[in-house]
């Protein structure tokens, strides 16, 4: 998406900055794009801290290093990408951000299908009890988000839908496999390596 609307010249006045992560996938910690955080986020996607610094925490810097008076959020409602704006609405809260935040919620051709006007409060808690105590909610008021939260909270569990497609479909290698689950399962958002590295700890379950 940041490459589309970069290239499409789209939004040209203003500055965007692209999220490069799957908080989706992992561990996690409280304190967010802290060092801490940073060590335990590049051992998930097996790179150095620096490599990680490089390719998710610097594009961030204009955020951490500026005060906005509002800011618009643009992701896909998938589960991979509502788990990540999460984040990044936990770490407002948690920087107690009071500003104006706009959440677009887009389709596979990057255009706008949700607008929803919010406030950076309560997402700091959601995050805890979501990402790092892996609990389920009571309540969530954003629909795209409970549903990713849901699909969140299932998707490892040895019976998810995922999981038992790996099981039944041992026969294919792990590309042809990886290649199935990125057709069958496009609501996820997982990216292949997220998925080889499920198939990897699945067949050595086995």
């Not at 006045?13 to 967010?32: R, S």
């Not at 988000?145 to 299932?154: A, D, Q, R, S, T």
């Not at 099981?167 to 199935?180: G, K, M, T, V, Y």
């Amino acid at each position: 998406m940041y490459r589309y609307f970069t290239n499409e010249h789209l939004l040209d006045d203003e500055i965007k900055l692209p999220f490069n992560e799957a908080m989706c996938y992992g561990n996690t910690i409280e304190d967010i794009f802290s060092k801490e955080f940073a060590e335990i986020r590049s051992k998930v996607h097996h790179v150095t801290r620096d490599e990680y610094a490089e390719v998710t925490l610097q594009p961030l810097l204009p955020l951490f290093n500026n005060k906005f008076e509002k800011i618009e959020l643009w992701f896909d409602s998938d589960m991979f990408c509502q788990i990540n704006y999460l984040t990044i609405l936990a770490w407002l809260d948690q920087t107690n951000y009071l500003s104006t935040i706009t959440l677009h919620i887009v389709d596979d051709q990057f255009e706008p299908i949700e607008i929803y006007p919010l406030q950076a409060q309560g997402y700091y808690e959601l995050y805890k009890q979501v990402l790092i105590h892996k609990t389920s909610p009571g309540t969530i008021d954003l629909p795209p988000l409970k549903k990713g939260v849901e699909l969140y909270l299932n998707y490892l569990k040895e019976d998810s839908a995922i999981m038992l497609y790996i099981q039944q479909n041992q026969h294919l290698s792990d590309d042809e496999l990886a290649a199935e689950l990125l057709k069958n399962f496009k609501e996820y958002g997982l990216g292949d390596l997220q998925y080889l590295d499920m198939i990897k700890k699945s067949r050595l379950s086995l």
